[in-house]
């Protein structure tokens, strides 16, 4: 290797690399360093071979407004920060996106006279989003999942992947807490519950990161509590409520997870565009959080500040207000970051040191990238593209498990499992599409409806393709009754039929994930009530006139209201959109070859009405006190499941009742499996603080396990608490812990409490500095039962 400059030298410090990069680039290519370029949404495929997209379909909000743009030469004339979505935006194999990636960073490489390449981003929500590769789980469903250190084993797979074709950052993972279950990005959050959502999320990071691949949390912040559940729509939130229940997970993830990128929100709280808020990304995340990583914006979030927003004159305003809040990249096209940026710096009207600060971060991420080194080039970052299988065995196998581990058995009544064979209808319209197994981000949903003659590039049996192999000896008819969306009833008369001639009826309805409006669920796919979509619910409401026990399986990307069934379904089953090995998975759950081991990670409301009803809610909120005539009650609560053995949670132990503001004290309960096959309880941990001098949740999650317990086996789980964990924002916009009566809670959801204890927090009021514990460590440890 040949080192013609001290910043291509790696024995160097980066630092120094690259600060002696900064000291020789003009104002011109720092400010390219801050820009992007997406060419595969324009034609479709570009340098690969690849079929052209159809119009009308938009993978961006907004495309079709922002389509076109300068040539990749002309946009590289003075370097270039990111190049978007190589692999994500048409159909193409591994190999030519491979010789895409290498044609566009050579071109980037070529144009300017440092040389500097781009660092590549893709999208990653449900797996890699790219034709043919694994489509996991959405992550409503890692959620349910309760289970940590398997959302870390399928991030390290999803980041192997990237890897392999010189995937740089991935736009992922979502850590939104759901606030509004009408939200159509619900399916793309962890959870309502920040605890929960912040353990995945890191967990996620962790296995991505780990691989090599940036991760990038979004939205930051606010965005999953718009006014009436509206993409983009104002937020009405106050900032004791962003403090202590949207910012929690950005803060784990960055503090214990090490977070190498962030994404703006679309949103705008109280009037101020999250894109140009300095409190944000600079007190909050910077300089209390000690993040160093790069801020990027989200798609076309800067000239949104003119276009949107209202906040901002032209493209070069926004851009000026976007830098000086602390976005450093502008993705996906530079129209803000660019001549206008440098016009307005030569004129005074911004200072250099902005861009230096923002180039800086770039150039660092570049350079731990490896970007800057002498011997960098493009053929070796994709070296491993001609032996990567992107739907592997063992990828396949994995999110077989984790769609196993994410099905929530909600009730199953007297029919489940299904034991004897006989004769079965399986009705609706998610029974035989396996599309409705996936999220919006899935390629074969995100993408390829701009490709209508391109097959989806996996295997992946649908709900009763798979019930037939699960169940060989059972006569299983199908009929679909009715589609997703709209209004037609016709099919309704044949699925009555195979019902009423059935011993049992299996039921799949729920959602079909796209883009703006051309799906039920997924982003800009919100609904306007949490009824079942178009006339599912009239479907299963003549099914179950049949008399046939009917066994309802919700597949989706939100939870329905399912109210008007309850008492009349035989059993319930919801499954949140469980990727392409769904169809073995639920119907392994059906047959009870697989013990169902989920919990909800978002309740399932009992009326399609009277949002928000998530169950992180103060006293009035949660508890239908007879003042309003809308019992907010759910159906079924946060952290519910049922499995096929049974499960006793007992004997708390406190290590001490009495424990100072700044101490710590453990809860231990012990676990007992009570039934007579193996299975997993998720024991979970809830304070309450009954007292305090602002208005407190009822209760509120703040530690959980998942327990592995064979049949009469019994564990001992153990929690220590730091009283860091029940401090919240108080009267001065202080985090504080208080003195006084702290429940504890211990049980298997939100509202099945199994024991409690009394903890006295005593001293003086204590601030919770930026230090504060953010975990609350469990151990499990096996006992004779």
Known sequence: MTVNQPWQDPALPITDRVEALLRVMTLEEKVAQLGSRWIGKDKGATGAAGPEPEEGHQVAPSEDTFAGGDALEDASRHGLGHLTRIYGSYPVTAADGAAELIRQQ??????????????????????FTMHGATVYPAAIAWGATFDPALIERMAAAIGRDMAALGVHQALAPVLDVVRDYRWGRVEESIGEDPYLVSRIAAAYVRGLQGAGIIATLKHFAGYSASRGARNHGPVPM?????????????????????????????????????AIDPWLFTQVLREEWGFTGTVVSDYWAVPFLAMNHGVAADNGDAGALALAAGIDVELPDTLGYGTELVDRVRKGEIVEELVDRAARRVLLQKAELGLLDADWTPEATVAGAGAVDLDSAENRALARELAERSIVLLEPGDVLPLRAPGRIAVVGPCADDSRTFLGCYAFPNHVLPRYPGVEDGL???TAVAALRDELPDSTIGYAQGCTVSGDDRSGFAAAVTAAAESDVCVAFVGDLAGLFGKGTSGEGCDAADLRLPGVQADLVHELLATGTPVVLVVISGRPYALGEFEGRAAALVQAFMPGEEAGAAIAGVLSGRVQPSGRLPVQIPRHPGGQPGTYLQPRLGADHLGASNLDPTPLYAFGHGRSYTTFGIDELRLSADRVPTDGAFTVTVRVRNTGGRDGAEVVQLYLSDPVAEVTRPVKQLTGFARVELAAGAAADVTFTVHTDRAAFTGRAMRRIVEPGELRVLVGSSASDIAVRA??????PVREAGPQRRLSTPAEVVAVDS
């Open 459 to 461: 295997t992946m049996p």
């Open 106 to 127: 050579r071109i980037v490489t070529a144009s300017h006279r440092l040389g500097i390449p781009a660092i590549v981003h893709e999208e990653c929500l449900t797996g």
């Open 758 to 763: 009394v903890v006295e927090l005593t001293g």
């Open 238 to 274: 106050g900032r004791r409520e962003l403090l202590d229940v949207i910012l929690p997970p950005f803060e784990t993830a960055i503090r214990e997870a090490g977070a190498g990128s962030v994404m703006n929100s679309y949103s705008e709280i109280d009037g101020l565009p999250a």
